[in-house]
């Protein structure tokens, strides 16, 4: 597939290209020739280095030498007759004049001239550059009739249709001289913009947002955007200051530039900030001012990236830019457009007394409604307390003579109560009476009947337990050590007075004590000689 070949298209002559057959390539943002077609039909929209070159028979190169390839002349040029001749050449390459299309971006004046440098670009990149003079015959001229068509001046910035010479100079190289210029290709390329704009904020679902937002019912604090020297910050800030310094609303200032290739970072910038500390601390609305300064400043405003970021600002954004017949694309997005900073101000002043007569007429039909709230509340608590003490002496007198009833039947029947169980008393205590002394004298003769049975029997027992009494004590007697001595047993023990119950314990001993039934004898054994008897069981 062949390289796209990508023509210079002005906005201006864009449907000239369109009928001639060139397409529109939606990502590049440019018009191309398809294939098929002849690219002469384009040759004044061509790149300059796909353009037709001019031959000149009045070259500086020799023809072909016998090798076949060019050389140059045997002396060389002079680099002022080269220039001379670049310059011819582009003279019959070129009428005298074409129109073209390019930025400014540069302006300055000297000695009632106009000096410019004009630029292409796309994509973010540039294309070409050159520089361009109006000349001080041309330039009120020139001026005039811009300003008086577009309402602005000529500045840097701007996409112009230009009619140029162009030329060669010797010292200063290629340059344009301007002799005309199309205001309406301006009028158009700015109106182009703000459409393209208009268009992809609504099919984003911007364009109203900021217009929907709920403005508050009262300003207590207000974020205010504006140039830091803005004619008409001193105007605001004078009125503002007066709030302030009753107490009534609290603003805070953000400066940025509105003008200018910073313009557009510098404002976003501070958005973001304001954005941030809304966030901390609300706002109830950000007011976006400038005030006086020239029209063309106004284009630097139309940008999609700040429309964008003032659609979605999270609260109502009121504009006072300055001018009261040009708007910005700022201005047809905010919540609200002022002319003037003056006038916004004003409205955020008025919103402020109307806020205070709103609620000073709220407070003052809450007081009237609390008045006659409770003043019909005070007679139907005066009704009702009749009703009352009506309906409760009506009730007292009621109960009264029910109570007097429930009296005389209380008593009859506490009477009849009282006499009937006076006389079930007396059957009872009669009763008991005949009971008792019957089960007291079955148990008289039952416990005559024990008696008879249990002394006997106790008498035999007490026998029998002292006759044992007696064997036991005898037997005691008989088991005394006194009595065992007696009868020639002995009792032997150690040196610690504890039994010795064993020959074999007794022989490992040094000495022990034999107790008799008329004293003690100390034995020390002798081991050698010493012979144990073990009396047989």
Known sequence: MNERIYLTVAYAEKDQAKALGARWDALARRWFVPEGLAVESFNRWLPTSLAPQPTDSNSFMVA????????????????????SQANRALQLALPKAVWVVAEITELGQRQGHVYLTLAESANGQQLAQVKATIWSSH???????????????IAAGMSVLLSVEVSIHARFGLSLN?????????????????????????????????????????????????????????DFRSDANQ???????EFDYYHASFQGVSAVVELTQALTQIQQVHEQSAYD????????????????????SLATAVCRFPIPVLTGIGHERDSTILDEVA??????????????????????????????????????QLQQARTAINDHQNRIQQLSQQHLYRAKQQLIGYWYTCEQSARLSLKTQAQQLNHWQTQLRWSALHHCQGHRQQLTLWQAWMLPAAQQQLKQQHQGLNHFYQLIQSMHPKRLL????????????????????????????????????????????????????
């Open 64 to 83: 072909e030498s016998e090798t076949g390839t060019m050389a140059p002349l045997a002396q060389g040029l002079r680099l002022s007759e080269l220039m």
């Open 139 to 153: 330039r009120d001229r020139l001026f005039s009739a811009f300003e008086q068509i577009t309402g602005q001046q």
């Open 243 to 249: 709030l302030s310094a009753v107490g009534l609303c």
């Open 285 to 304: 609305a950000l007011v976006i001012i400038r005030g006086g300064g020239a029209k063309q400043d106004l284009m630097f405003l139309n940008e999609l």
């Open 178 to 234: 301007v002799v005309d210029v199309n205001p309406s290709y301006t009028l158009g390329d700015q109106e182009a913009k703000l459409q393209q704009i208009r268009a992809q904020l609504k099919t984003q679902g911007l364009w109203s947002l900021n217009k929907q937002k709920q403005l508050s019912r009262d300003f207590a604090r207000i974020a205010v955007l504006a140039p830091a020297q803005a004619a008409g910050l001193g």
């Open 335 to 372: 919540f609200a457009r002022f002319d003037t900073p003056s006038k916004s101000i004003a409205f955020i002043r008025q919103h402020i007394v109307d806020a205070a007569h709103s609620a000073n007429a709220a407070w003052q039909s809450i007081q009237q409604t609390a008045a006659w």
């Open 486 to 537: 007696a009868q020639g047993y002995l009792l032997a023990r150690n040196e610690a007075g504890q039994v010795v119950s064993s020959a074999e314990e007794a022989a490992k001993l040094a000495h022990f004590s034999l107790t008799f039934s008329d004293g003690s004898l100390t034995v020390h054994p002798e081991p050698p000689s010493l012979t144990l008897l073990h009396e047989a069981d």
